[in-house]
């Protein structure tokens, strides 16, 4: 999420939302784990304003995930910042589904897909695949 400021005029990887590309950022759950709720919305949303689609890879609580929602309600501006996108696996009851298999863990962690609203549209979304249309500005 941290942006790399450098005059040299080479491509660090963070286009600025210059047309280039989609920038995805992958969060691991070890990273969002040392974080407070607040920490994890102002993350999430700090992405999200750049233009960025964020994937988590544990997701949030359903009160973080409804406090993402009443900050990114309190910064809609029409002109900068038209809301979030989200997406969420749900998390099985019992067993294991196709990752925790690969991963080897018991419990799936559940995969959180967010992005800027006027930049992703969800396709599709059912217990197994999340398919989304990212736009570039």
């Not at 950022?25 to 964020?54: C, F, P, Q, W, Y």
């Not at 809609?76 to 749900?90: A, K, R, S, V």
Request: glycine fraction near 10%; proline fraction near 4%.
């Amino acid at each position: 999420m941290a942006k790399a400021n450098s005059d040299s005029g080479a491509d660090d990887g963070n286009d600025d939302n210059d047309g280039d590309g989609v920038q995805i950022d992958l969060i691991s759950s070890e990273r969002m784990a040392d974080l407070a709720s607040m920490e994890k919305i102002r993350t999430i949303l700090d992405g999200v304003h750049d233009g960025n689609i964020v994937i988590l890879e544990e997701g949030l609580s359903p009160d973080e995930e409804s406090r993402l929602i009443e900050v990114t309600m309190a910064e809609i501006d029409p002109d900068e910042f038209t809301g979030i996108e989200i997406e969420t696996y749900p998390r099985p009851d019992s067993g294991g589904g196709f990752l925790s298999r690969i991963m080897g863990n018991e419990n799936t962690a559940k995969l959180t897909v967010i992005g800027p609203a006027d930049r992703i549209q969800t396709l599709h979304k059912d217990e197994t695949l999340i398919s989304a249309l990212i736009t570039r500005r």
